[in-house]
Every structure is written in structure tokens, then in C-alpha cells.
RNA sequence: GGAGAGUUGGCAGAGUGGUCGAAUGCGGCAGUCUUGAAAACUGUUGACGGGUUAAACCGUCCGGGGGUUCGAAUCCCUCACUCUCCGCCA
């Protein structure tokens, strides 16, 4: 959520950055409901400070054993008039809340305009694909072998954009894993996390994926009835998550830290799910885009002014990973157009995928600067002013693992159809150096 | 699943209808003392919204939502969560 003050004083401004994004705001209604909101908010707390003293002027007489029936008479239509301004009051801030959870964060002003992937713009390539003398395959054809990866039947079981590791591709998943776990932890100074799969409503708006969202979840229906609305108001639904950036990053929501609790660079793997509402008919073949996945995320809770350069280097961590596996890939810049709801600035890392002939996304690192701190209340007390300032919220993946599976595979096989393991993860798989020989 | 007890400021913890946004302690901040530090002592210290050059001032907030009342941290309803005991269970 963006500051309400920012909004209100610098309208033209806020419309103009939104506009990098091709998002459009109705200044003219927002204008309006704050001159509403201004005048209702004054009336009701002008009636609200009339009870009071009167209120108070009751308990005084009454303490002074003298007749109170006077005061009573005098309050008597107070009540009334106070839930109508009330009311009045509700229905312009439930207004003005839904316009403002629904407007995404400003732009950075390195972001550059554009309208979607075909604007973003590269910032460095790293390593060279690889020649072969061969014809290369994809990775569904490279999982053929021994039913490693299996598509079919994981449709039987649960249905379309599922799958079925096997044997050697399910270790060598395992094993991507643990050394992205590893290095992050070990060489990038973070702690690992294990976190629950299962939401609350709070959490998913606190990163920004409610209200606007929903269509992109799994939400869960339990064995009782569901449209309690008590439950509702209690924030009682769940929803599977989408990616682990949102039960670690909302670790923080209605905190106070202390300033020298921050940076928190936490690390997590976790299973995701999306619903991929909206996506029918892209990548429907092969492990490129599943309702179910599994990702190393890579979180960063960081006071204001370091979140730029922990934006680059979460960036550098997980390129890190994709250097140590000897990946070739290339870093871009989203622009306005494809960039997330929350972010102020992403880079996209994508992995080179020679079955595909192209370069595909297999990491999104975003500064989400104050925005999803706002929408938490997570902040820290400010080591200069004493007050509880916002902190700024990082996420990133290190990396989408089912991605990254798919990167070796293509990257590693061999003219047998075999594929060599990367050294790095060779001691995760127990000193193999081949998969799929036969 | 059943029974009971709880949920209050950064933390701990009082407070059962009327100057209670809330005692007290810890922590934080400032000061006294000290070469310096610690200890001790003194003072100060909630968040959010509105308002002001700055203040003053006004409003809201005692787990969430609803209700009773002139007035609610306090009474009622409801939901969630935590703890203890019982049952079940990986």
C-alpha cells in the first residue's frame, strides 16, 4: 500500500509514476472521496468529543450524588446522529481502502516504461551457451528415460500441469535443493526457515497478493462450512502459498525490531502452488509451468536506506548459484509493464534453455520497498529519531527449483541421451556423475 | 473432539461500568555521581489519524468483529489464538 499522505498531497505525482506501469488513476474520484472522507471524519469525531465531555459531566454529577436527569435529556439524539456520521464515515474509507490496496507500488525511477517482456531490458549476460554436435533435446524428452519424469501419470492422479519425478531426476531435484539451501546459508549470510504451506488472509494481503489476486490462488475448502461469516471476519480462510515469500515475509507483520535485529536475511524452500488462472494454453508441456513447484526463496527485512543495495545483492546470490552450476543466463530489468504489483524494481534472472532455444525466467528478486511494510505494520524503531519507521521488504527466489532442474537437463546432457552432473552437486548425489545412462 | 484458564503499551504484569491510554517493574532515552564504566539515584518514555511553523488541542486503539449503556479494558454475544488437563493421532 502506498502512503495515504503521499497520495492525498501529491496526486499528479502518484498518477504520473503509475503511469510507468500503464495504470491509471481516477484522480477526480480519489479528490472527491478524500474531500468526503475529511468532512465525515471531522463530524463524527466532532460528536465523538461531545459525548465524551458529556459523558464525562455525568459521571462527575452523579459523583457529586446531584440530579443527572438534565445532562441525560441533553444527550439523548446524540446517539443517533453519531452512527449516521459514522456510517457515512465507513462507506467513503471502505472506498478510499479498496482504491488504495489496489494500487500497486510506485515505480523506481530506474524502471524503465514499457508494456510487458518484450520491453524489459537486459543488464549483463553471463557465460556462453554451450555448442553441441549433437541434436539437443528438451527435458521432457531427456525424462522419457526410465519414466523419470512422468507426466501422464501424475495427470491420472491429480490432473493436468503435474508431475512425477523418478528415481534419479527426483535425487537430483533433492539435491538442487539442498546446495541452494547450502550456499545461501553458508556463503551469503542467511538463516533457514521452515514455514507453513497454509495461509491466512492477513498474510496474503499483507504481501499484496489479496485483495487483487485471488484468481492466482488455491484456496482451501475445509471439511465444515466455509462461508461462516464470523470465520471470514476473523481472517479464518486459508490458502495454499504461492511462494514462500509469503509466510517469511509476513514473520515480521505487527512487529516492532529493533534496528540492530535488521538486515533478518532469511532462506527458505518451500513447495508453492498456483492456480495459473489465465495462463491456459502457455507452456502446457513439461515442468515450465505447474500448478505445483518447489523454490528457494530468499527473503530480507532491511531498514530504507539499504534496501537498494540488498536488491543487488540478493541478485548476486542467486546468479551465484546458477555461476557455481556453470548455467549460462542473463540478468534483466523489468519495465513498468511486467513488473509486480509490490515491487518498486525487479530483476529477472533467466536461465539460457537450449531445448527451448531461449532464455526463460528462473529467479524474480524485487525491492518492495515500504509497501508490503505498510500494508503489515512491520516496522523497526529508528536508532535516530526513536520512532517506529517502516522497514523495507526483499524477496527473491534462489532459485525456482523445478526451473533450475530443467536448466541442467538441457544444459548437461550428453550425446547418449545421459546427463552429467554438475560438480557442485555431485557430492549431493552421493558422488554420481551421470544420470540417465540407461 | 471434551473441560477449564487466559489474550492489556518494546517486554513482564495490575486493573470487574465514570477524569483509565491504563498502576508497577524491566527495557529505552536524558541527567546526577565517576578519570571512564557499572551500580545507585532523579527525570522521561505507547501507537495511529486529524490539527499546528512548532505546540496546544481533538479523535481512535486494552486479541478480531458485533451488542448493551449517557459512558466499556471492565457487562453480553461471536470468532480466532495461547496455556493446562482428558481423548485421538504421525
Same mark, same amino acid.
Given at each position: ?73 441533553? !444527550? ?34 530506474? !524502471? ?182 518447489? /523454490? ?27 555461476? /557455481? ?114
Amino acid at each position: 500500500m502506498l502512503d495515504q499522505k503521499l497520495v492525498r498531497n501529491e496526486l499528479e505525482f502518484v498518477a504520473e509514476r503509475q503511469r510507468i506501469r500503464n495504470v491509471e488513476i481516477d484522480q477526480t474520484r480519489l479528490s472527491e472521496l478524500e474531500t468526503q472522507r475529511k468532512a465525515a471524519q471531522k463530524r463524527s469525531e466532532d460528536l465523538q468529543a461531545t459525548r465524551n465531555s458529556r459523558s464525562k459531566a455525568i459521571g462527575q454529577a452523579k459523583g457529586k450524588g446531584e440530579d443527572v436527569q438534565p445532562l441525560l435529556d441533553e !444527550v439523548a439524539q446524540l446517539g443517533g446522529q453519531l452512527k449516521e456520521a459514522e456510517t457515512e464515515l465507513n462507506s467513503v474509507q471502505e472506498e478510499l481502502s479498496s482504491i488504495m490496496l489496489s494500487m500497486p507500488n510506485l515505480a523506481h525511477e530506474s !524502471v524503465p516504461p514499457g508494456k510487458d517482456e518484450e520491453d524489459n531490458i537486459e543488464v549483463r549476460k553471463v557465460g556462453e551457451p554451450r555448442a553441441y554436435d549433437f541434436d539437443v533435446k528438451d527435458h521432457i524428452d531427456l525424462g522419457e528415460r526410465n519414466a523419470a519424469l512422468d507426466f501422464e501419470t501424475a495427470s491420472k492422479i491429480t490432473g493436468s500441469r503435474f508431475a512425477i519425478m523418478h528415481g534419479e531426476m527426483a535425487q537430483l531435484h533433492r539435491a538442487l535443493v539442498q546446495f541452494m539451501l547450502d550456499t545461501h546459508t553458508l556463503e551469503h549470510g542467511y538463516t533457514e526457515v521452515n514455514v507453513p504451506h497454509i495461509v491466512n488472509r492477513d498474510s496474503l494481503k499483507g504481501t499484496g497478493q489479496l485483495p487483487k489476486f485471488e484468481e492466482d490462488l488455491f484456496k482451501l475448502v475445509a471439511g465444515e462450512d466455509v462461508s461462516d461469516k464470523a470465520k471470514q471476519e476473523a481472517n479464518k480462510d486459508y490458502y495454499l502459498i504461492p511462494t514462500a515469500e509469503v509466510p517469511v515475509t509476513n514473520i515480521v507483520r505487527d512487529s516492532i525490531s529493533s534496528s540492530d535485529e535488521l538486515p533478518i536475511k532469511l532462506t527458505c524452500h518451500s513447495v508453492c502452488f498456483r492456480s495459473e488462472a489465465g495462463s491456459y494454453g502457455r507452456d502446457t508441456r513439461g515442468l515450465i509451468r505447474q500448478h505445483q513447484f518447489e /523454490k528457494v526463496e530468499m527473503v530480507q527485512i532491511v531498514t530504507p536506506d539499504q534496501s537498494w543495495q540488498a536488491l543487488e545483492d540478493m541478485t548476486s546470490h542467486a546468479e551465484n548459484i546458477l555461476k /557455481k552450476l556453470d548455467l549460462p543466463y542473463r540478468v534483466v530489468i523489468l519495465c513498468g509493464g511486467d513488473i509486480g504489483f509490490s515491487a518498486a524494481k525487479t530483476y529477472d534472472i533467466e536461465v539460457w534453455l537450449p531445448g527451448q532455444d531461449a532464455y526463460r525466467e528462473i529467479s524474480s528478486v524485487s525491492n518492495c520497498t515500504d509497501f508490503q511494510a505498510r500494508r503489515m505494520q512491520a516496522r523497526f524503531r529508528s536508532e535516530a529519531s526513536g520512532k517506529p519507521e517502516l522497514v523495507h521488504t526483499l524477496n527473491g527466489s534462489g532459485l525456482a527449483v523445478g526451473r533450475t532442474l530443467i536448466a541442467v537437463l538441457e544444459n548437461y546432457q550428453q550425446a547418449d541421451g545421459s546427463v552429467a552432473v554438475p560438480d557442485v552437486l555431485v557430492p549431493y548425489m552421493r558422488g554420481k556423475q551421470t544420470i540417465l545412462t540407461s
